[in-house]
């Protein structure tokens, strides 16, 4: 629990550097940290770069040498005690005989879940963790990182674009552009910030599209991964193109091929098999088999059919809508989820936070359906 408006103020910052790491640091979690003495910060830091130093081990070098002991370091996470690329982060808070720890979020993995916090308490380090709204801002930074710890399966985002009549593509399938240019340039920002991108073999088929992040500034690429179920996923497609320099996963079931698996494998394409009675129960297969290869969080593209087996799956976690000023019509133009869906709207599933905002010509309307 945090003891003064200090903390708030300190520990907030600490959220916002962590923020910086977006899109950076992947599998990692972004993290951000502060070194503060009474009211006085001594240095800032964040999780810059995947292999690269860690939050607290930044702030730290930022105090240039000053002498901090007793001194306070305000961090979004709880710090690692672990080896993996770099050392822990608990050994680095000793070294530099740090005396309090504030802390905005655990970390659930197995290798943490609160051991770094015993032992900088056993070694009288005070340690205070937040509650309450910050606490809640501190674990919406690492919503993937999160659900994979706990559940072995990535963040779904699903993403859509539709008019004001609810309509994602017209009853032939087209759908560009519903959303304006700057939507679209978003879209790709989102590509960029997660591990992959997914999309079902009718996109493939019908728009060969690249499913990488076409913006400036673009510090890494997703894992494109396609649903399709019989391997129809064409071998001079430009996604089997671009496996000599990212990573192409295709999800078929037990009834796909063996020829057709067997080529796109040797195209390089990573083959998932799903295993389950229905869609729904592949759909949990295949994520838990993402999930393996540290895709934490991914990006829903569609289409409908493909949405609709992710819903009925409970496997989408956000939804971001673009609503466009057009009208459609038509009994049989798509919606934007298809599946089962639920028989009674005291079933319907109720999101836990609603944003809407301007962007180019359309409204985005962004919904958060769990927390983790």
Known sequence: MLRTQ????FLTRAIE??????????????????VVRGDEMLGEGWHDDFGGPHAEVQAIAACDGADLTGATIYVSLEPCCHHGRTPPCTDAILAA???RVVVGSDDPT???AGRGLGILRDEGVDVDIADGELAARARLLNQGFRKRARTGRPWVLFKAAMTLDGKVATANG??????????????????SSVDAVVVGIGTALADDPQLTARVDGVTRQPRRVVFDSLARLPLDSQLVAGTGELPLSVVVSRAAPRQATDALE????????????????????????????DVHALLLEGGPHLAGAFF???????VR??????????????????????ERICEALRALTLDCERSGEDVLVSARLKEW
């Open 97 to 99: 005989r740090l005396g």
């Open 6 to 9: 200090t903390d708030h103020i």
């Open 174 to 191: 087209d759908s560009k552009w519903i959303s304006s240019e700057r939507s679209r340039e978003l879209a790709h920002r989102w590509r």
């Open 312 to 318: 009925d799956a409970g496997e989408i976690d956000e």
């Open 266 to 293: 040797m195209a390089g394409v990573d083959v998932l098999v799903a295993t389950g009675e229905n869609e729904p129960a592949r759909v949990r297969s295949a994520l838990g088999q993402l999930g393996d290869r």
């Open 321 to 342: 809508l673009f609503l466009a000023p057009l009208l459609l019509g038509g009994r049989t133009a798509r919606d934007p989820l298809e599946g089962e869906g639920v």
């Open 17 to 34: 550097l962590a923020q910086r790491g977006r899109g950076r640091v992947q599998p990692n979690p972004v993290v951000g940290a502060v």
């Open 110 to 112: 197995e290798k943490a």
